[in-house]
């Protein structure tokens, strides 16, 4: 069965400085991999996908992630924070189901807070 | 850019009522689909819906619950007598293919329901 774990709950970060947000999955097969922002009030918005391809993905907003599969992880980084970042941020996999379906599976979630 | 949309954002019903949650999708999308996330918890996956049929569904869907593609635009979830743990933020996603390894959700907003 697959899972996926985000370490953080809460991250809080000044204006300017580095982003880390940190997801873990389990997957029985090649699971894709995926950051969705969810801005209040807003719809949840696909930041960027792992899809087998190369292991560095770039998104939007100059967010990326790097799939470690001797790891099992899928951080998300971006390297200066705007305080538009202030959002929860969910990592999500999408792996092969018993049925011979594909599901996505949510983590619980990591609010950035950006401080000024 | 198209969207997903949700109506209402905010449904309030006394328990044992029945609640109809609207969504319309993206407009060239196929596939379609519903998640909840009760406050706390993980976004979880309920339903999926392609060709005027359920697809797949999860053990939270039971009995009480039924989608619709009523007309060619709109995408519906209802709960024919609602409980108070069905009390949660529901949301709507499309995409334009099944889950294939590249393919994308796209979601709404989605739609607060508190049973009372």
């Known amino acids: 069965a697959q899972s996926v774990t985000q370490l953080d709950s809460h991250v809080s970060v000044s204006e300017g400085t580095p982003v880390l947000l940190r997801c873990n999955y389990s997957s029985s097969y090649s699971p894709s991999l995926f950051w969705y922002v969810q801005h209040p009030n807003k719809g949840l918005q696909l930041l960027l996908k792992y899809t087998s391809a190369a292991t560095l993905v770039k998104g939007i907003n100059g967010f990326e992630a790097e799939f470690k599969k001797s790891e099992t992880s899928f951080h998300l980084t971006k390297p200066s924070a705007h305080m538009s970042d202030a959002a929860e941020y969910f990592c999500v996999v999408s792996d092969w189901m018993d049925t011979g379906r594909r599901a996505l599976t949510f983590g619980s979630g990591t609010r950035l807070q950006v401080q000024p | 850019e198209p969207e997903v949309t949700q109506t209402p954002s905010h449904q309030v019903t006394q328990m044992g009522q029945e609640v109809i949650l609207r969504c319309v999708p993206i407009?060239?999308?196929?596939?379609f689909y519903w998640y909840r996330q009760i406050l706390g918890q993980k976004v979880e996956f309920l339903v999926s819906?392609?060709?005027?049929?359920?697809?797949?569904k999860s053990e939270i869907f039971d009995d009480q619950f039924s989608v619709e593609r009523p007309d060619g635009s709109n995408f519906t979830l209802k709960i024919r007598s609602t409980k108070l743990e069905d009390s949660a933020m529901y949301f709507c996603?499309?995409?334009?293919?099944?889950?294939?390894?590249?393919?994308?959700?796209?979601f709404g907003p989605g739609t607060r329901l508190t049973v009372l």
């Open positions: 407009s060239n999308h196929l596939y």
């Open positions: 996603a499309s995409s334009g293919q099944s889950l294939t390894t590249t393919d994308t959700q796209y």
């Open positions: 819906f392609y060709n005027n049929e359920i697809s797949e």
